[in-house]
């Protein structure tokens, strides 16, 4: 195999590499636009329920008595947990700034989206550059030395 067709043979790799770099980037863009399409379906049906507990939550149809119930159970574990938080933060000085400070208000999946993302992006503009390089190296070599 002659030094052309190696290069050549780079340059089709590297082509290869930079599609397939643009196209994992838009898959990972699609995939993080559809888990916030998701986030926005999941917080419909979420008040869906809260309309319907709201509304009938008293007395349920009996395909939803069930999942009432434990709803009522559950806000009343929320309501001792609740006392229970305001006795510590009482004894202990702690304030509401204090607790925020420790909460974040990005999901991980939000943050680790963003990092493939940007990773795919930086990967695709590198083979980019690469393709580049071996593009002019390809050029290079196929100049006529006699020019």
């Known amino acids: 195999m002659d030094f052309d067709a ?7 790799m590297a082509q290869s590499g930079v599609a397939k770099a643009k196209d994992l ?12 399409e998701k986030d926005g379906i999941r917080k419909a049906y979420a008040e869906i329920g809260k309309i319907y507990f709201a ?3 008293a007395d349920p149809d009996p395909a939803f008595a069930s999942l ?22 009482l004894d202990k000085g702690i304030t509401d700034e ?6 974040s208000d990005t999901p991980l999946r939000d943050a680790v989206g963003h990092v493939a993302v940007n990773t795919a992006e930086k990967v695709a503009d590198a083979v980019e550059s690469v393709e580049g390089v071996v593009k002019d190296a390809v050029d ?4 006529d030395p006699m020019e």
């Open 140 to 143: 290079v070599s196929l100049e």
């Open 55 to 57: 509304q009938h939550g």
């Open 68 to 89: 009432c119930a434990q709803i009522n159970e559950r806000m009343e574990r929320i309501a001792v947990n609740d006392e229970r938080i305001t006795e510590i933060k």
């Open 6 to 12: 190696i290069m050549t043979r780079i340059s089709a």
């Open 98 to 103: 204090d607790i925020e400070a420790i909460e």
């Open 25 to 36: 980037a838009e898959i990972a863009k699609l995939k993080m636009n559809n888990t916030k």
